[in-house]
């Protein structure tokens, strides 16, 4: 039995026919080919799977897919505008944020879900923010700085 | 010659593919026509399989092929043939691979191996290696003897020892009669897991009518993978190409071959088309390899007034089932015990034994974040007994310029004095213990390391000058996270006289990139940064001499910088650009340039007589001073600052190895306050990230980085290396400062509330 839904990721909108088990991180990949969303666990522990499903950050190997029906979904691939990398990308570039780079999209987006809500936090309200991805490089001084220093860049041009 | 590119914080090259999702990992291959791989484990420590019947499996949906150790009967190993792709009449720990399924979907290989009926018949297991040392205990490979060796690790055939290493200097003895003073203590580091985020994961193709392997892996040394499975499956090199797409972390636990073990079995029966095995984290945490855990006696002679005089130290290393890279630890690792101290009579006793457990091999350090826990837990507890600054103990026996290594190798570019002042400055050393309220006290502690890399080895490399000028640098230094790609570009860049954004550096295809050791060891920037080097000069002189004809000028008078070519006293003549389409008319054609550095023969390396082989071609060192708060009421213990300062050589890419400084921080300090294995028996208990915890972003706390530069002779641009050293300190910088703070020393790690609480609690009744 398959299902269908309507679902719009990084702004284009889909209609997916889908087993009921599927879960939004496999729609992501195997069927959109959105392979930047990565999966360390599938338990929702590690959180390299985060993507954001109408602005909040979400585990998406414990999504099910057919939850999403509806949603507007945002995954590291629709964070470039035009070519541009949004003000996060940029910052972590710079700062220095990057090592091996599997939970750099899941950092990204939680960091934006962040600042998206919250555009002045202080650095424990980011270092709760980020809690949930793990980055075994242990990069997250430089991931703290670098979402502090893309907060600094967006009041600045605001 | 401007040098442009070294020495500045330049942004990493992969930075771009990883934060917009592009970069491609192990994990996200994906082949036309590919099965997935899915694999039955054992449940049994050690057993004997007396039968499988796959028959059921084999009849399950989408199933390509069933395979168990007699189809695919070839063992393997990095240091000592001992491993099976899968296990053949016996499984030796929880977790070993005993058949594998090839089918069309994921959940169907998953569906099939619970299909596949395994009989064991269980054979006493072992899984403390000093009992597993002992005459009565169990054998795990009765064969021992008889395994081919790709090194000089001494076995004992007949017992579970793996690797024997016995050094002695002077005469431990009378080096105890000098002294005033005589300390004997045990620690024990425990087994750690290398826990990245990107799973073990491998693709294989075997083409049947070529015999040749294709292999898409996250793997940290491609060519010794490889040379791995040949040695193996009896068939030449040029028949296995295995491909390096983005490493989603290593710290040496993709060193060998792991899924790509499954895929490569499964491979082989499924008629061209490619499998891939992706592990679980329950897999990952359960049946990959771990740190090798040692238990470490020393006993250390000091004089009153704080010179050493002796020690002697015995360490068993816990093996797990296999050997894989741990019989190096135990040969190398174990030296690293005598710290970087001038000790004039030593003896070390260095055994690693075969255990009923997980595989253990290479971590991050490669043993040297073992002993020196020990080593440096044991100096602060000498520097308190006799009432001296641990920071002066240490100043004192530490070695400086044209010091004499334990083999006698001249030490030089020591920068191990400065390490101390700038990391114990950095916290504010002197200030003392501090209460910061009725159960909350804070204190400051150091530690120092030095660690050696694998020597000598051997790197090479190509760089192409294309038909447009764009560069392309050919090697096999896999981009595991350390910024390999980056500082191997700026050592071109620089040499070269090019910029940076000119050279595209390609992830290694064994097919393509040329022989390198591994990435491994602290080793790439200074053994492929000195190939690269190499083969960027001769680049540098081919493009001149060319140059020199296009313009008949003499080739003396002509420099190369940022992409075009000056004549001395005239200024800009050509762009390269220009030089590539003049010399090749346009039809085409490149300019090709080779680099090879082996560290073999340095005469740095020498040392007394026979000894030669315990030199390492760089020596690097680093202190950890730290700042804690422990809550005596939870035993909970807080860090509050680490400043760790690191004798990197020269610093190629200042913001690349404060990655690396504080990435090793923060897995030291994880290893050491939060990470543990539970064990019953030989089964992991605490297989998920919820049970093993890792440090998360609310656990770090302030890292100051300090890069110290010695400027290596032989070394390009005078680098040394960083990543292990780094993750050495942490550990006994943190237990120096609890110690400090509330007065008591936790000597097996990890540091738990539940060890302090007691060993507070001891504390008290005793006083």
Redesign the interface.
């Known amino acids: 039995m398959t299902i269908a839904i309507d679902i719009k990721v990084n702004g284009e909108q889909y209609r997916v026919e889908l087993e009921p088990q599927t879960t939004l991180l496999e729609l992501l990949r195997d069927s959109l080919r959105l392979t930047g969303t990565k999966e360390g666990c599938g338990l929702g522990e590690c959180g390299a799977c985060v993507v954001l499903v109408q602005g909040r950050p979400v585990n998406s190997c414990l999504m099910l897919a057919a939850d999403a029906n509806g949603c507007d979904v945002v995954t590291i691939e629709g964070l470039t505008m035009n070519g541009a990398l949004h003000p996060l990308q940029q910052s972590f570039v710079d700062e220095g944020a990057i090592q091996c780079g599997f939970c750099t999209p899941a950092m990204v987006l939680s960091a934006k879900a962040l600042l998206d809500r919250n555009p002045e936090p202080v650095e424990e309200e980011i270092k709760e923010a980020l809690s949930g991805v793990l980055c075994r490089c242990g990069s997250y001084n430089k991931i703290i700085r670098a979402v502090q220093s893309a907060a600094e860049r967006t009041r600045q041009s605001v | 010659m401007k040098t442009g590119h070294v020495g500045r ?1 330049v ?2 090259l ?12 192990g ?2 291959i994906e082949l036309p026509g590919m099965f997935y791989g899915a694999t039955l484990r054992s449940p049994c420590s050690h057993a004997k399989i007396i039968h499988v019947d796959i028959s059921e499996a084999i009849k399950a949906p989408g199933v390509r092929a069933v395979i168990t150790g007699k189809d695919f009967p070839f063992t393997f190993g990095g240091s000592i043939k001992d491993q099976p792709f899968l296990a053949i009449d016996k499984v030796r720990y929880i977790g070993e691979p005993v058949a594998a399924v090839a089918a069309e979907t994921e959940a169907e290989a998953q569906d099939a191996v619970e299909r596949i009926r395994v009989t064991y018949e269980d054979l006493p297991a072992v899984f403390d290696p000093r009992e597993a040392a002992g005459e009565d205990a169990p054998l795990l490979h009765p064969d021992l003897g008889e395994y081919t060796r790709f090194g000089p690790y001494d076995v004992v055939p007949g017992t579970n020892i793996c690797t024997i290493r016995r050094y002695k200097h002077g005469n431990v003895e009378k080096g105890f009669s000098d002294a005033d003073e005589v300390f004997e203590d045990e620690f024990s580091a425990h087994s750690v897991s ?6 073990h994961c491998a693709a294989a193709r075997y083409e049947p009518v070529s015999g040749e392997f294709t292999i898409w892996s996250s793997n940290d040394r491609p060519h010794r993978a490889i040379r791995e499975l040949a040695n193996a499956v009896g068939i030449p090199i040029n028949h296995i190409r295995l491909i390096v797409p ?4 290593s ?1 040496g636990g993709k060193s060998t071959l792991v899924a790509e073990a499954i895929a490569i079995a499964l491979a082989r029966f499924t008629k061209g088309r490619p499998v891939k095995a992706t592990f ?2 329950e897999e990952e945490l359960t049946a990959t390899q771990s740190r090798v855990a040692a238990w470490m006696k020393i006993k250390t002679g000091v004089t009153k007034s704080g010179v050493l005089t002796a020690r002697k130290a015995e360490v068993f290393w816990d093996n797990g089932a296999y050997a894989s890279y741990a019989p190096g630890v135990a040969l190398r690792g174990g030296l690293t015990v005598f710290g970087p101290y001038r000790i004039p009579n030593l003896e070390l006793d260095s055994r690693l034994v075969y255990t009923n457990k997980m595989i253990a091999g290479a971590y991050r350090g490669y043993g040297t974040t073992q002993v020196t826990w020990a080593c440096e837990s044991q100096m602060d507890m000498i520097a308190h007994k006799l009432g001296l600054d641990p920071l002066e103990f240490r100043l004192g026996n530490g070695y400086v310029e044209n010091d004499r290594y334990i083999n006698g190798q001249v030490l030089r570019d020591v920068g191990l004095k400065e390490t101390l002042e700038k990391a114990s400055r950095e916290i504010g050393w002197g200030s003392g213990r501090k209460r910061i309220s009725a159960s909350r006290f804070r204190g400051k502690g150091i530690a120092t390391t030095i660690k050696g890399t694998v020597t000598p080895t051997e790197s090479f490399c190509i760089i192409r000058l294309n038909n447009d000028a764009s560069i392309t640098l050919l090697m096999s230094s896999a981009e ?4 390999q790609k980056t500082v191997l570009a700026q050592i071109a860049a620089d040499t070269i006289g090019v910029p940076i954004e000119s050279i595209s550096v390609q992830n290694p295809d064994t097919f393509v990139t040329p022989y390198d050791h591994a990435v491994a060891s602290s080793r790439t920037t200074y053994h492929m940064g000195n190939a690269v080097r190499s083969a960027s000069q001769q680049l540098r002189e081919k493009i001149l001499q060319v140059a020199a004809t296009l313009l008949g000028l003499d080739c003396n008078r002509l420099s190369l910088a940022e992409g075009k070519v000056f004549e001395e006293g005239k200024g800009e003549r050509m762009h390269l650009d220009a030089l590539m389409s003049k010399r090749f008319g346009g039809k085409g054609g490149e300019i090709l340039a080779e680099g090879y550095y082996t560290s073999a023969g340095s005469p740095l390396l020498a040392a007394y007589s026979g000894l030669e082989g315990m030199s390492s071609i760089f020596w690097m060192y680093g202190t950890h001073a730290a700042e804690v708060e422990v809550d005596v009421e939870t035993g909970i213990v807080k860090v509050l600052k680490i400043a760790a300062a690191h004798d990197l050589g020269r610093a190629i890419n200042p ?2 190895c ?2 690396q400084i ?6 030291g300090l ?1 290893n050491t306050l939060f990470e543990e294995f539970i064990l019953a028996g030989g089964r992991v208990l605490n297989d ?3 049970d093993y915890k ?5 656990d ?1 706390p ?2 100051v980085p300090i890069i110290v530069e010695t400027r290596h002779t032989e070394g390009p641009f005078g680098a040394k290396g960083l990543g292990e050293p780094a993750a050495a300190a942490t550990a006994p910088a943190i237990a120096n400062a609890i110690y400090e703070a509330v007065g008591v020393r936790i000597k097996d790690l990890p540091i738990t509330p539940e060890k302090l609480l007691a060993a507070l609690k001891r504390k008290k009744v005793a006083n």
């Open positions: 914080s942004p990493r992969d930075a771009l593919d990883k934060v917009t999702g592009s970069a491609l990992y994990f996200d290398h826990s990245t985020i990107e799973t983005y490493v989603g972390g710290f679980s984290r595991i996270g350390g910024g913001m690349t404060e990655q504080e990435g090793a921080v923060v897995m994880s998920t990230l919820s890792l440090a998360t972003a609310r770090v302030d890292i």
